[in-house]
């Protein structure tokens, strides 16, 4: 089970990127998905979700400048990030499932749950 991140890059502070996680082996459809990051030297932290019934979720950083969305067609999910920011370096992953995670209003914690990775896709804010 494998997901690909991709859209990363080097941005100016106020600009924006837009994140694509995508599956080739298994859907994404009616899952749980989550954008993650982790920024040098600190813990990984949850960014946005979607809820297998299409809601979402974001942490407080998040909120009002990230939005994350589904394409079925495509088996793909994306974060669309604006007025990114310096302290929003980091490197993003995206999961299927996570084992746990807590963004926004949503807790998450399933020991059995799929728990697929991406490889992370590197944000860098700088001017």
């Known amino acids: 089970l494998q997901l690909v991140e991709s859209g990363g890059g080097l941005v100016q502070p106020g600009g924006s990127l837009r994140l694509s996680c995508m599956a080739s082996?298994?859907?994404?459809?009616?899952?749980?998905i989550c954008w993650f990051r982790q920024a040098s030297g600190k813990e990984r932290e949850g960014v946005a979700c979607?809820?297998?019934?299409?809601?979402?979720y974001y942490s407080d950083s998040a909120k009002g400048r990230f939005s994350i969305s589904r394409d079925i067609s495509t088996n793909s999910v994306y974060l669309q990030m604006r007025r990114l920011r310096p302290d929003d370096t980091a490197v993003y992953y995206c999961?299927?499932?996570?084992?746990?995670?807590?963004?926004?209003?949503?807790?998450?914690?399933?020991?059995?749950?799929?728990?697929?990775w991406g490889q992370g896709t590197p944000v860098t804010v700088a001017s």
């Open positions: 999961a299927a499932e996570p084992k746990r995670v807590r963004v926004g209003s949503l807790y998450w914690a399933a020991s059995n749950a799929l728990d697929a």
């Open positions: 082996d298994f859907t994404l459809k009616n899952r749980l």
């Open positions: 979607i809820h297998e019934d299409d809601n979402t």
